[in-house]
């Protein structure tokens, strides 16, 4: 409806939502109504995240925002996809499993120790509910942690794990150059666009880590300037995009290349561990499962005494 030169109040009243979130759509209007920004009345209503709430922002502040909510449509379109076939991928492990652990304490069920056997599987099943809640609604608390006041030490802790740590600074990374390209490409001045494309950064440690780019720019450096030596931006690939659009002129044309190339390879490795993370869940449930078997087959064997 944007594309297509709709009214905004007009296109926002002809939405339709499905369940709660139609209510929530409400909400959101009753805001706007009373005169309050349209990315800031979608957050409150909880519409938005705080991210796509500052994504929104930085569009509509560079022209129309149709772009922004396509790329945002695209990218949770293949969320749930991979949510879908992940989830289907680990159903089968998921539930070898929990067969694994309420049939290997049959024996005292039948034995007749009713709390034993409750003992032994209710820690494992407990276990694995919050294991499976934490990956199936992964997105849910990302958000609730973002809320909270230990939001910068979960941060912290993410950087350091292998694999997701550099996605996780990939990802920051990414959205911020292409809130700057959209802004550039808008006519924005770059100090003005930089700290406004800052705002899209959740992790505050690599946010901090641009604000020491923004007073170089502040000194008069080219950005290609100021963006060196950062702690977190280590791609060569990066400077090799912004050096060269910087000198033909054609820096927001360049930046949105490098965050389109770095949309796909974050794209790839997402895919990839979903694919890869059923294995994972395979092989642990083998080694468990073997190590239960030997374990108890290294036990002795207690005679009764009327055989002694």
């Known amino acids: 409806m944007e594309k297509a030169g709709l009214p905004f109040t007009q296109a ?11 209510q929530r759509l409400s909400v959101m209007r009753k ?12 957050e409150e209503a909880s519409v ?8 929104i922002r930085v569009a509509m502040a560079a022209g129309s925002p149709a772009s922004t909510y396509q790329k945002l449509a695209d990218y949770y379109a293949i969320r749930a996809i991979q949510s879908r076939q992940l989830r289907s991928k680990l159903a089968l492990p998921v539930l070898m499993l929990v067969l694994s652990i309420l049939i290997q304490p049959i024996p005292e069920l039948i034995n007749g120790a009713l709390g034993g056997y409750i003992g032994q599987v209710f820690v494992p099943l407990l276990t694995i509910t919050l294991a499976a809640s ?26 350091r794990l292998p694999v997701f740590g550099s996605l996780h600074i990939k990802r920051n990374l990414r959205d911020y150059f292409e809130s700057l390209a959209l802004l550039l490409e808008a006519g924005m001045p770059m100090r003005q666009a930089h700290a406004m494309a800052t705002t899209t950064v959740a992790d505050s440690a690599i946010k901090a880590e641009l604000s020491k780019a923004a007073l170089r720019l502040k000194a008069g450096a080219t950005f290609s300037q100021a963006m060196q030596k950062l ?31 770095e ?20 092989a642990l449930i083998a080694l468990w499962v073997a190590y239960s078997l030997i374990s108890d087959g290294l036990k002795p064997i207690e005679m009764p005494p009327e055989l002694m």
């Open 12 to 22: 926002l009243g002809l939405l339709r939502l499905p369940g709660t979130t139609n």
């Open 31 to 42: 805001y706007i109504k009373a005169s309050i920004d349209f990315a800031e009345a979608g």
């Open 48 to 55: 938005f995240t705080p991210f796509e709430a500052t994504l």
């Open 134 to 159: 934490l990956i199936f609604y992964a997105r849910y608390w990302l958000h609730v942690i973002s809320l909270l006041p230990i939001k910068d030490a979960t941060h912290q802790l993410v950087r």
């Open 231 to 261: 702690v977190f931006l280590k791609s060569a690939t990066a400077m090799h995009f912004i050096e060269t659009g910087e000198a033909a002129g054609k820096l927001p044309e360049m930046l949105m290349r490098y965050t389109q190339q």
């Open 263 to 282: 949309s796909a390879f974050l794209l790839q490795r997402e895919k990839l561990l979903a694919d890869w993370l059923p294995k994972i869940i395979y």
